[in-house]
């Protein structure tokens, strides 16, 4: 879904890593937005395992050094391993800011801020488009924009789509 985001930062130079279970998925982001291998590293990861993430991530910065940037999208059922991915940024880098992606119920609650003193939190929330009376939830294009616009900006919250009124959510 954030293949758009991951093409922008590659051809504006940036080196980018990408963390996800599944190889296919992201050999079809690389077609499908013009990208090579050697642009990308993919680190193969499964974020419901949290032992298993904080391995791969401590390899990773071990051989290639802290990030300064990461946009992370992690199901709330996640938490245990949001924490700890955290606790690893924060301990390999400097200040690091950190991009997370939040379905449109974040809107409903007071998101967190500051993790630790040496990361600069950044929130973004996915909500939906009404277009001619219909409501839709955001496309993979209008997400990857969202998530450009936050991370251009650098402001503390970046809203993609609407999320008012409430009730006019797809599928409520």
Do not use: C
């Amino acid at each position: 879904m954030l293949g758009g985001a991951v093409e922008d930062l590659v051809k504006k130079g940036n080196k980018v890593t990408i963390l996800a279970r599944s190889m296919d998925k992201y050999q079809s982001m690389l077609a499908k937005h013009g990208l090579k291998p050697e642009e990308v590293d993919f680190l193969a990861a499964d974020y419901f395992n949290r032992d298993a993430l904080v391995q791969v991530l401590d390899e990773h910065i071990k051989t290639n050094g802290p990030f300064d940037q990461a946009v992370i999208w992690m199901r709330r059922t996640a938490i245990e391993s949001l924490d700890a991915v955290m606790d690893i940024l924060s301990r390999n880098s400097g200040d690091v800011d950190v991009f997370r992606v939040n379905g449109s119920a974040a809107a409903q609650t007071t998101l967190p801020y500051k993790f630790h003193q040496t990361i600069n939190m950044h929130h973004i929330i996915l909500g939906f488009k009404i277009e001619n009376g219909e409501s839709r939830w955001l496309t993979n294009d209008e997400i990857s924009e969202g998530v450009i616009s936050a991370l251009t900006t650098g402001i503390p919250l970046t809203i993609t789509g609407v999320i008012e009124p409430w009730d006019k959510r797809p599928g409520y």
